[in-house]
């Protein structure tokens, strides 16, 4: 149990579905991350919260939108995706950002399919 | 253009033998790096970390060593133990107004025979 929790586990989606992904952390941290794993590639930053503010959103397109209502709330919300975004999405935390100190710590993802 | 590299995906050790995983990086901008362990179906696991004014860092069974000069990084576990297999992921962060980002290796997948 790392103190971030993510749902659901699995997610199967049609292309013209909606669809949210959930992370809390019970950590009291301060920033917030999406990543994207896809098979056989490393991890890939999507976007970066601090203090429920966005500062990094990686040339993700359009059709992934986070959302951050607080600090410990992290969403990630799926309209009209298509199959190569299937892939394994983490949710990770950290204290705060710009820290001496970089760790981050990651929830156990969701496992999407794009039918 | 992959700025942190695991060469080796796979990798396999004897029971209670030293593991050595290998990760390289080309971006001198790196300050600071980690080492995470995934085991399947769960997230990446924070293992250790080193500064890059630290050449070695060691935490239990776990060493991690920077060579600047060569931009690569080993971890090495001793002794391996049958729960030590999973896959590795090295991570890189640079120094400056971006370095909560972490730039991924690949990983390497470690297989502790017994």
């Known amino acids: 149990e790392t103190g971030v929790t993510q749902t659901p586990r699995h997610l199967v989606m049609g292309m013209t579905n909606k669809k949210s992904l959930k992370c809390e952390q019970h950590?009291?941290?301060?920033?917030m991350y999406w990543y994207k794993q896809s098979a056989k590639k490393p991890l890939e930053l999507m976007f970066v919260y601090s203090l429920e503010e966005r500062v990094e959103n990686n040339s993700v397109p359009s059709r992934f939108s986070p959302e951050c209502p607080n600090s410990s709330h992290l969403f990630l919300h799926l309209h009209t995706l298509q199959p190569e975004d299937s892939a394994l999405y983490l949710c990770?935390?950290?204290?705060?950002?710009?820290?001496?100190?970089?760790?981050?710590?990651f929830g156990p993802g969701t496992r999407l399919t794009v039918l | 253009d992959q700025q942190v590299k695991q060469n080796s995906p796979s990798l396999s050790v004897q029971e209670g033998r030293i593991s050595i995983l290998n990760c390289d990086y080309t971006n001198s901008m790196f300050d600071y790096f980690l080492w995470y362990k995934k085991y399947p179906a769960e997230g990446p696991t924070f293992l250790i970390s080193i500064s890059s004014i630290k050449d070695k860092n060691e935490d239990g069974r776990f060493t991690v060593f920077l060579n600047k000069s060569a931009k690569h990084l080993s971890l090495h576990i001793v002794p391996s133990q049958p729960g030590d297999s999973a896959v590795y992921f090295c991570?890189?962060?640079?120094?400056?107004?971006?370095?909560?980002?972490?730039?991924w290796g690949a990983g390497t997948k470690l297989i502790i025979k017994p």
């Open positions: 990770a935390s950290s204290p705060s950002i710009g820290l001496v100190h970089r760790e981050q710590f």
């Open positions: 991570a890189a962060s640079p120094r400056g107004d971006s370095n909560y980002q972490l730039i």
């Open positions: 950590l009291g941290h301060n920033a």
